[in-house]
């Protein structure tokens, strides 16, 4: 049973229809939009400042946002009117070789990570404790973010870097002693610096996570807390991460996230959960929704699996109705999210085909 109201449900819902509003205003607004979504309302022939005053009209108007244009199009042509001759950061997604799709940004990746900063624990992430991050880096929004969490945190963090494409380049070519050395040699330098620093904050994909603590004693060398990001966690992994890796001693935070939405956080996960983690996004700077997706137009009912749809909304970047390459279990709200969370991601069709996830 939810342990939140329907007046509570309700002033999410109004909050989301106003934020909505105001994004829809900016991104086709001659004075503040960007050329893309302004060329791609005059090609459509409507107005969607007119048009849309909720979420459900946003649904309803919107087709699916084709994520190849972030592959296609000049990076320029997302640069809101607003922001035009600010440089922008660069970040990709996707894990795999060829031209990359790149979002571009400016503050949103610090206002996503400062709101995420309150749904951890001190005591686990104890301010001014230094951070370790195994993860990728380079182009990826997600270095930067790390980083900025540990410094509002104040906080510093060190980086072990790694490549996930060339992971699941070796993998698919079948070439698996390749990435099982790979992985040694990430394991290896994590495993370095957390013998000569003192780090208590540690952020890693589950894999890498496992890794680590096959070779040292985390909890003995420092670590409190881990922020664990990765798409696949099913429960007999949570289960397994929770109880063996840290051995409970260490607080555990996993997160679904991604270059392209804010920083969904997990609920505690409690007895009658089994293990199983469930997601809530940032609302009302995104909305994941769990759709049918053989009729995307309709929410799946609880408890049932569907596939993810995301919708991000900010005024740097808007992306109406993403189907993402996830699929999840629609659930219930729960205190303190008064909207649907998405739990037990997993790539879709993951139990029809087999998927390449590397280091994730």
């Given amino acids: 049973m939810s342990d939140i109201t329907s007046a509570q449900i309700q002033a999410a819902q109004q909050q989301l229809d106003t934020h909505v509003r105001e994004i829809v205003q900016w991104h086709f607004s001659p004075e503040t939009g960007c050329p893309y979504w302004l060329n791609w309302a005059k090609k459509e022939g409507w107005n969607p400042r007119q048009e849309i005053k ?8 919107f087709p699916h946002f084709k994520d190849e244009s972030l592959r296609d199009e000049q990076p320029e042509v997302w640069v809101p009117a607003a922001f035009k001759g600010k440089p922008f950061n660069i970040f990709e997604t996707g894990g ?15 206002v996503d990570y400062e709101e995420f900063s309150s749904k951890i624990w001190d005591e686990h992430f104890p301010r001014g404790g230094a951070w370790l991050m195994v993860g990728p880096t380079g182009p990826r929004r997600l270095r930067l973010a790390i980083e900025h969490l540990a410094n509002f945190r104040g906080s510093s963090c060190y980086f072990i870097d790694l490549d996930p494409r060339w992971v699941k ?44 603590a096959e070779k040292i004693d985390l ?5 409190r807390g881990v922020f664990c990001g990765g798409t696949t966690m099913a429960p007999q992994y949570v289960r397994y ?26 609920v505690p996960v409690r007895a009658e ?11 009302p700077r995104a909305v994941l929704r769990v759709v049918d997706p053989n009729n995307t137009t309709q929410l799946k009912s609880y408890g049932e699996w569907g596939r993810v749809e995301l919708t991000t909304l900010t005024k740097e970047f808007f992306v109406p109705r993403f189907l993402e390459r996830d699929e999840a279990i629609r659930r ?17 069709g993951a139990m029809e085909k087999q998927i390449v996830e590397g280091v994730y």
Avoid: C
Avoid at 96 to 110: A, E, F, S, V
């Fill in 54 to 61: 909720t979420f459900a009209d946003l649904i309803k108007k």
């Fill in 96 to 110: 795999r070789t060829g031209m990359p799709k790149q979002r571009i940004g400016w503050n949103d990746y610090k």
């Fill in 169 to 212: 380049k070796v993998i698919s070519e079948k070439k698996v002693d390749q990435a099982r050395a790979y992985m040694d040699h990430v394991v290896d330098q994590a495993v370095t610096i957390l013998k000569h620093r003192r780090v208590s904050g540690l952020f890693t994909t589950p894999k890498l996570l496992e890794a680590l």
């Fill in 219 to 223: 909890y003995e060398l420092g670590i």
């Fill in 241 to 266: 991460i929770v109880e063996e890796v840290p051995e409970s001693r260490i607080g555990f935070s996993p997160t679904y996230r991604n270059t392209l939405m804010g920083l969904p956080a997990s």
């Fill in 273 to 283: 959960d089994n293990s199983s983690i469930t997601y809530y996004a940032p609302q």
């Fill in 332 to 348: 219930e709200p729960r205190a303190p999210y008064a909207w649907d969370g998405v739990a037990e991601v997993r790539p879709f």
